[in-house]
């Protein structure tokens, strides 16, 4: 009996030596995807179905939703970070129409206000091609749209572009995705032309 206690005795002595090191442990920090992104070029997208003519990155592909008369709608898609810039492409009939774009424009717009805890807008101005636009970069964990812009040349033409990323958000590991994509929709407004 006292060499079973005498063995459970060392063998309890050895297991918790073994296990005590002298350290304490500390969970280790949470870490995100190491994503590389493709240097950027650019192509010129120029279809007799729109009144514009825009360049858009050729690590992308540019899909055509809708294609009527009064509206056209164009996806330029990110399928390796699952990421869209949605574009819609307006023939303007009157000035009120062009007021009634506008309106909408920040109707929509405003829907991402509530989850934004920032929102940065910039006016853009190319009168050489008469493309007036205003853009709105939406900062914050819960935002669904991160940048948004509508552009115009006054009297027939409307342009409405949003930026998303579908996935869940997270801020920290999607933000060199959000901004590479951001970057090109800025890209796709610097060079639009109407024609």
Known sequence: MKIKILAISLIAIFVYAACDSGQTYAPKPTTYYRITLPDKSY????????GITFE?????????KKDIPSVKWIDILYPEYNGVIFLSYKKLKTPASLAM????AYQLLKLHFQKSS???EQSYNNPEEKVFANTWRLKGQQVAS??????????KNFVRGAVYINSTPNYDSLEPVINYIQDDARHILETLKWK
């Open 43 to 50: 192509q010129t997208y120029d279809t007799t179905a729109l």
């Open 56 to 64: 858009y990155p050729t690590t992308s592909t540019v899909v055509m």
């Open 101 to 104: 774009e506008v309106d909408t």
């Open 118 to 120: 920032g929102v940065e």
């Open 146 to 155: 991160t940048f948004q812009f509508w552009a115009t040349d006054s009297v």
